[in-house]
């Protein structure tokens, strides 16, 4: 696999050299570095860039926090319904909370900049984005100070990977705190079963399986572009269609089941091997479907010690729905999610079939603590609140990087090693950070309206 010189496509090991000099200059700086403040009253500041349905979520999360004063005072969106709706939904709950007058309300895709320089540095910018544009953005708010909570999956491809792990490590060399929305890890439920796993309640975790099989979800089926708005933004408006703008529905909605199992792990997967294909071009209606995903996906993932990690995602109306997620050790096993992306309880049996009657462990968590999205706000405040060290950016984009090495496997039919995907050079939307609403799209239809799609075995050096 070629490797680009330069700042940008650095091979693994020569960032892993890098990353460890920036690790001890991080230490260093974060003995020097200032304290980031919130607004002088000690009210946060808070900006939602990306003003959809998680993001709306998120700082609603934000405003709920009970750890003192927190407002909102910006807003940015490339469409104005979006932010419109957003604003309104945000405004009738939490009113006083909510000071985003016009002027605070920005539409474009340099929105950003301007929402995040309306706040004081401290302030807390969230990217609820589809994920294409997650560095950008990211970079700019610690370039202006700013604590940072986005939304997974943080990157499609290596090259944004590579990148936004140096920005985390300017976050931390800043004393920002950084959250990543892999809410699995602040379920109180899966943190309990972590700490049991670790104390040995079913062995050496030997295999691991993780589902997540429903019917159609968001945006990953679509019809022709209609023309309009441009290509550009009915790309975004789908972006689960789309690899470039979402790793696809791979990336998008398998990443929690898979992240939580490399944290029962303790480690990320050295290779991935996978199977992966597509029933169904046509919707309900008959019409054509033209997006790049497929509807189903199989993926083996391979540890260092050679236990596997088998992911099966399908998005297939009238089949058997299975989400859930288990780990197989050498003395039991677990049941991590009992439902959802991280749904409880988490438990633990002696053998290896979860016989309830042989339940030997289950969670409990108190109502106060059984919202994962409310627990990883309310974590991100606290530490901003008391300076305590913040930043889920390595394990978010491990997570995306492993997610996008399964998708890869399943599109190619290729096996790929965790190093080869770290190396690789293609980067899905270069230059996202530059783009205007007149920007042609990342992938372009042809005469027909079809995008170029995964064809495993035929096209093997790239996914599509
Ligand atoms: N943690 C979770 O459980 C969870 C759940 C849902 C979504 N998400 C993640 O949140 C992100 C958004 O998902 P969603 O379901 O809210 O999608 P959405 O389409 O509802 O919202 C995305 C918003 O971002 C806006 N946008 C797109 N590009 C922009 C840009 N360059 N600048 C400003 N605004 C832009 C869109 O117009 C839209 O309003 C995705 O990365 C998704 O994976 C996470």
């Known amino acids: 696999m070629t490797v680009k010189s330069g700042n940008e496509s650095s091979s693994r090991r020569e960032f892993l050299k ?12 974060g003995l020097a570095a200032p304290r980031v403040h919130a607004a002088s009253d000690d009210t946060l500041q808070v900006a939602l860039i990306g003003c959809g349905g998680r993001g709306t979520g998120a700082a609603s999360d934000a405003l709920s926090v009970k750890q003192g004063p927190i407002q909102l005072v910006a807003m940015a969106d490339v ?12 405004k009738n709950r939490f009113d006083k909370q909510v ?16 929402a995040i320089d309306s706040m004081k540095p401290g302030g807390i910018a969230i990217f609820a984005t589809p994920l294409a544009f997650r560095w950008a953005h990211f970079q700019y708010a610690v370039e202006k100070g700013m604590h940072v909570f986005m939304e997974k999956p943080l990157t499609a491809d290596a090259p944004t990977s590579r990148r936004i792990l140096r920005i985390g490590e300017q976050a931390t060399a800043k004393n920002l ?5 892999l809410m699995s890890r602040h379920s109180r439920h899966l943190q309990q079963l972590h700490e049991r796993i670790q104390e040995g309640a079913i062995g050496d975790i030997v295999s691991m399986f993780a589902y997540r099989m429903t019917g159609p979800v968001g945006s990953a089926f679509s019809e022709k572009w209609p023309g309009t708005p441009s290509e550009l933004l009915w790309q975004i408006r789908n972006f689960h269609s789309f690899l470039w703008a979402s790793g696809g529905s791979f990336n998008d909605f398998y990443i929690h089941v898979i992240d939580h199992c490399c944290w029962m792990k303790n480690a990320w997967p050295v290779k991935a091997q996978a199977l992966g294909g597509r029933h169904y071009r046509a919707n309900s209606r008959g019409n054509r479907l033209v997006d790049q995903n497929f509807d189903v996906y199989s993926v083996e993932y391979t540890f260092a010690d050679g ?4 992911a099966d995602g399908r998005c297939v109306a009238g089949a058997e729905t299975i989400y859930s997620s288990y780990a197989l050790g050498t003395k039991g096993m677990a049941i991590v999610s009992k439902a959802g992306d991280c749904g409880p309880p988490s438990s633990v049996y002696p053998g290896l079939l979860p016989d309830r009657s042989k339940t030997t462990w289950e969670s409990k968590v108190g109502p106060d603590e059984n919202n994962p999205y409310q627990n990883e706000w309310n974590d991100l405040v606290d530490a901003i609140r008391a300076d305590r060290p913040y930043n889920e950016v390595d394990h978010g984009v491990k997570a995306s990087l492993v997610s996008s090495l399964g998708r890869r496997a ?22 996202v950070d530059t783009f205007t609403m007149d920007s042609p799209a990342p992938v372009r ?14 096209v093997t050096d790239r996914e599509y």
């Open 99 to 114: 000071d985003v007058p016009p002027e605070r309300q920005f539409i474009g895709f340099d929105g950003y900049r301007a």
């Open 79 to 90: 469409f104005q319904d979006r932010l419109n709706g957003s604003y309104q939904n945000l």
């Open 307 to 310: 236990s596997k990690l088998v």
């Open 410 to 431: 399943a599109h190619t039919g290729i096996e790929i090693t965790y190093d080869e995907m770290f190396d690789d050079d293609q980067e899905y939307a270069p230059g």
């Open 18 to 29: 890098t990353s460890g000099r920036v690790a001890a200059a991080t230490t260093l700086a």
């Open 445 to 458: 239809a042809d005469a027909d309206g079809n995008y170029a799609v995964p064809q495993p075995g035929l």
């Open 177 to 181: 705190k950084v959250g990543v929305g």
